[in-house]
């Protein structure tokens, strides 16, 4: 028994936490020496568990539907909550998915023959332990349990009481797919315990956990961030703009302004301000305003665009960085592109921005000097996601700038060390 | 002005470290835009300027010493602060050696054309902002100055207050070097201010501070990662071990030892625990103990290894997760390569181990299960290093498994964004 004698790191943890942590870290050294072959069988078998077992799953289900309704959650809650069969089958589907993405575990980064004769290789690895931090959608146990287990870290999962046996469900019906699959230690892990205590206690076991990624929205994220001694990748807010240059094809420049805020308006790369340069907005304007008429797109405007348009109300200076996730959206009058990268790097949330122009000066300045982590170029906003840039999967978008930005794939979920092979040689 | 109008971030933080802050941020905007002729040319003056100023710096750190010796400080600490013309020639030469490193921003790290003919670029960029806390070496400023500047980051950076006087005219050199280059603002700013309250509201600052990298002792770096809510880079201690395999060539294994040990027991990289294989035991410890004793080495061994050598102390516990910096080492017998890998994994601190050995199978398993940063096969642990990596410079041996791992060179300070072009296309 590696954990009785002490040989796994963090034993003066006590408790639920200590335990569970060291179980992770001992789970992650075995889950590390499985093929790739061994790895895609059980995610297979995975993607088959959640559809046979799909009475159990949303017989659980319903008691977490039941208890929200006795707490009388708000209907939007209520919806993220619940599983049905055309959500099961998308899990599934998605789980299958990852398992026949190609391997990234192990993949050599770069390598070199110095002059002395040692030979150098950087290699992926799997970061070892993971833990995650979300809230009400029971589907993250499965997306994220794939995620990981493809890319050979445990996950620790901490969901929200109000999935709970949701969640556990869905962790039962996986690991048994696991050791189906002749895996015979837990690969993941679902929080059992979900009161507040324990998820501080768990934000603290730097010794055995090496990854936070907070899944849910601002608050969330900020709290894990002051608790937790672990490095956390954020996906903040998406305050995303799209800034349409005095040489744009305004027909162009329509069709991208309402596909970016009308498509999917409840998602981070939609689109939340539009900045207009001076010379094109009287022209402009009106055009956009029609758009957004029809598409019942409610706008808040600069003094200046109010001054073009009628029927719209004033934009307050903390609009500027409002993520209304709606059908909301802030426009302003700029003088130039200057003007408009200073006001997305003010204001922005350095996640993803386009510019609409025919001009290949203004486009390239804007590509160079905006801070976020997508710079686009006549496009929507809404390109900004795993899948469009061909990562072939995605666990979130980072607006961190350290170890991942933008679209977070497989690759973005391991690390790397360095394997150096010699002959005896010494520093002189 | 930029910072009257309000358009850079952060506006809310007060006082001193508001307006650093915020005059840093506006820097970096301006030395991303710098060619890196213009940097080069700017480095070159930087590493010019040391040497053409040194009467100024030498009087400037004399008041230090001066200050150091009233309050009695260790005379080793009076050591690390001092500058002669020697250490100053040493920091010229590291500057006009990075002048002459290869551009790493602006590097095109992965391309491609999706379906939809969306063209897209990920693309290497500096991190922003960073914020270097060191205690008294005042070579880290220059140091840290030229490879953030290189890399076009602004950095911060907070010195002890031993120092005080050589950090403040090193910094006044080499901007007055900046200036004479053409460099028309400060591209970084030595803070000073070296109360304990400006350091916290500096870790608090993460609207204009993107990466906070603290070189100094494990007591710092904890402090550090407690306080800070901006992501931090850790270069924890170095507890290398070095596994000494049944079929090791004995010869080999002996020089690589006393190599790991003697050549500069200060640093991070020297060995500090040897595990030897049973079967090898007998033969090799006291040829061991004789080398060691040569060059006053003291031994701390576990109950096998004192059996068999004797004079030696006994290692206790925590003795398996020290570092000395110093000639000393502790020793532990062990039953084959899986209790050597377990030993690690519990007990090092995930820097460097090499295992010494001709038995392909066992080098391929340490290789693959030893979860540190930088894994050896038949090699000194001393070779853990950016320069006997080629990198070409370093600012630290990462042990964060985050971002960066084991030695950072140029391309660990930079981060990426996505860049993507297109012709108007929307999402379906």
């Known amino acids: 028994m590696l954990l009785a004698s002490g040989i796994i790191k963090g034993s ?36 088959a568990a959640l559809l046979k077992n799909r009475d159990f799953i949303l017989r659980e289900n319903k008691k977490d539907l039941a208890a929200g309704r006795r707490k009388n959650l708000k209907e939007s809650l209520i919806d993220r909550l619940a599983l049905n069969e055309a959500r099961l089958k998308q899990m599934s589907v998605s789980l299958g998915e990852v398992a026949r993405l190609p391997e990234v575990v192990g993949k050599v980064i770069s390598s070199s023959l110095r002059p002395n004769g040692i030979k150098i290789k950087k290699i992926r690895v799997p970061i070892g332990v993971v833990l995650v931090i979300f809230e009400a959608r029971p589907n993250v146990v499965s997306d994220c349990a794939g995620l990981l287990f493809k890319t050979s870290n445990v996950g620790i999962l901490r969901g929200g009481s109000a999935s709970f046996y949701s969640n556990l469900a869905i962790q039962k019906v996986l690991n048994g797919a696991l050791s189906a699959a002749g895996i015979n230690f837990k690969a993941f892990f679902v929080v059992e315990k979900t009161s507040h205590k324990i998820a501080q206690e768990l934000l603290r076991a730097s010794e055995n956990i090496d990854l936070v990624i907070p899944r849910g929205g601002e608050a969330l994220i900020k709290k894990v961030v002051e608790v937790s001694n672990i490095p956390v990748i954020k996906h903040y807010k998406g305050v995303c703009h799209i800034f349409v240059d005095k040489t744009a094809d305004i027909k162009k420049a329509l069709k991208i302004a309402v ?13 939340e301000t539009i900045l207009i340069h001076k010379d094109i907005a009287k022209k402009f304007l009106p055009l956009l305003k029609k758009e957004f008429d029809t598409n019942k797109v409610a706008i ?52 993803t921005e386009s510019i609409i122009t025919r001009n290949k000066k203004n486009a390239e300045h804007f590509l160079k000097e905006i801070d976020s982590a997508c710079c686009f170029v006549n496009i929507s906003t809404r390109f900004s996601d795993g899948y469009q840039f061909g990562l072939g999967a995605e666990i979130g978008i980072s607006t ?12 973005e979920l391991t690390t790397y060390k360095w394997i150096a092979t010699g002959n005896g040689q010494i520093r002189e």
């Not at 942590?21 to 790739?36: C, D, F, H, I, V």
């Not at 029927?311 to 059908?327: C, H, I, M, N, P």
């Not at 961190?400 to 690759?411: F, I, N, V």
């Open 300 to 351: 808040r405007a600069d003094a200046k665009t109010a001054g073009i348009i009628s029927g719209v109300k004033k934009a307050f200076e903390s609009d500027w960085s409002t993520e209304y996730l709606d059908l909301v959206v802030s426009i302003k009058v700029v003088k130039d592109v200057d003007e408009a990268i200073r006001h997305i790097n003010c204001y922005g949330s350095h996640h």
């Open 12 to 47: 003066f943890m006590k408790g639920y936490v200590g335990k569970l942590t060291r179980q992770a870290r001992e789970s992650s050294y075995k889950l590390a020496r499985l093929s790739s072959a061994q790895k895609n069988k059980a995610l297979k078998f995975m993607a």
């Open 259 to 271: 596909n970016a805020k009308v498509q999917r308006p409840s998602v981070c790369n939609a689109v």
């Open 400 to 411: 961190d700038k350290l170890h991942a930005r933008g679209p977070m794939g497989l690759e």
